[in-house]
């Protein structure tokens, strides 16, 4: 026979352990750890973002937006536009399963979402265009609003919505 005192029987349920007893505690894990991306696909920095949103104020100078007009119509299908074709990103569905089409990127991410992020925009002061240095999934508020995600995706895995 040992002298170790027996373990502690389990309380019944509702009611806490007793003190000085260890408890297991769940985490859900997938909740935690956001989409699961295909190898390669990352979610795009808030560096890179940045750059994006200049590279697409150049190239709607430099095609005097008619043509950048055109070239994003061929490219939100994709979820992508001219900017983020150029960098490798592209718009996908928060929850992994691939990227937006132009429906999306169109009514739901172009205007609607524009629409709600101009109001906040303002009444924040231009804050929250900096919301992706601050936010665990590097999201800004039209992401928020139209539940997307900006990956890099340079091996172009996620061809077509």
Same mark, same amino acid.
């Given at each position: 026979m040992s002298d170790m005192p027996p373990p502690p029987a389990s309380p019944p349920p509702g009611m806490p352990p007793p003190p000085g007893v260890a408890t297991q505690v769940h985490v !859900? $894990? +997938? $909740?935690l750890a956001g989409p699961a991306l295909p190898p390669g696909v990352t979610i795009v920095t808030p560096g890179m973002r940045l750059l994006a949103y200049l590279l697409e104020g150049v190239l709607v100078v430099v095609t005097l937006f008619i043509g950048w007009l055109i070239w994003a119509a061929f490219? $939100? @299908? &994709? @979820?992508q536009t001219p900017a983020k074709k150029i960098l490798g990103q592209r718009v996908v569905k928060t929850d992994g399963s691939g990227p937006v089409g132009f429906g999306t990127m169109l009514f739901m991410r172009g205007l609607i979402a524009g629409f709600v992020a101009s109001i906040a925009i303002t009444f924040t002061l231009g804050i929250l265009l900096l919301m992706p240095f601050w936010d665990k999934r590097n999201q800004n508020? #039209? !992401?928020k609003v139209s539940s997307t995600l900006v990956v890099n995706d +340079?091996? &172009?895995? #996620?061809p077509a919505a």
């Open positions: !859900d $894990a +997938p $909740a490219t $939100a @299908g &994709n @979820g508020i #039209w !992401d +340079p091996q &172009n895995v #996620w």
